[in-house]
């Protein structure tokens, strides 16, 4: 149990278009997603925390007009990218608390998006 | 002082020892952590998570946390290379709700 899974797994998009990457629970429910960023060599860093049916919480720093979240169902949230440019080029990972109380995050296998 | 902090190594162990991996956190109040490995390349995987005092084992590998210190360890007995690997500590800081705050991760490298 506990499997997120991510599409596309890979984009290649021009500067100035939008992206949207989807992240999916595929044998639970999921109330609460997050949304991470990885820059090469670094760190994951927040992005938003994602709920459904309400708006997301976005970490400070974080444009949420440029970064669209939405979370329309119990499996389902999606991040869009609008207006991409060549810094946005990271890797974009999702994650979902498990089933059950526990609090681990279990993560997608990721996004890598490059754009040009 | 960064909130989650890990020694960015490279760590490295030859086959079949012990590895040692150490993460200190800041905030007394943090309840909820965690060791997330990461191939590179791939998202993190969960390996282990532990929420008092004490050892908590799984397999080759054992979490020890100490809240009064401040620091989580994780040992990974009997390394193989495909141990080689980022290894992230996660920590639910007290005040966050559920949110995880990342270390910058050690890079362990087994040798044969």
């Known amino acids: 149990g506990a499997v997120v899974s991510q599409h596309p797994s890979w984009v290649i998009c021009k500067s100035g278009t939008s992206v949207k990457i989807e992240c999916r629970s595929l044998?639970?429910?999921?109330?609460?997603m997050f949304w991470y960023r990885q820059f090469p060599k670094q760190s994951l860093m927040l992005m938003a925390t994602s709920n459904e049916g309400s708006k997301a919480t976005y970490e400070q720093g974080v444009e949420k007009d440029k970064f669209l979240i939405n979370h329309a169902s119990l499996t389902l949230s999606t991040l869009t990218v609008t207006s991409a440019h060549p810094e946005d080029s990271s890797f974009y990972i999702c994650?979902?608390?498990?089933?059950?109380?526990?609090?681990?995050?279990?993560f997608g296998p990721g996004t890598r998006l490059t754009v040009l | 002082q960064k909130e989650v902090e890990q020694n960015s190594g490279p760590l490295s162990v030859p086959e079949g020892a012990i590895a040692s991996l150490n993460c200190t956190y800041s905030d007394r109040g943090s309840q909820s952590f965690f060791w997330y490995r990461q191939y590179s390349g791939k998202s993190p995987e969960l390996i282990m998570s532990?929420?008092?005092?004490g050892d908590k084992e799984d397999g080759r590998f054992t979490a020890q946390l100490n809240k009064a210190s401040q620091y989580v360890s994780l040992l990974i007995r009997d390394s193989q290379p495909s141990d080689s690997a980022t290894y992230l500590c996660?920590?639910?800081?007290?005040?966050?709700?559920?949110?995880?705050?990342f270390g910058t991760g050690t890079r362990l490298q087994v040798t044969l």
């Open positions: 994650s979902a608390f498990g089933p059950g109380l526990s609090n681990e995050q279990f």
């Open positions: 996660a920590v639910n800081l007290a005040g966050t709700a559920s949110k995880l705050t």
């Open positions: 044998d639970f429910q999921a109330t609460t």
């Open positions: 532990i929420y008092s005092n």
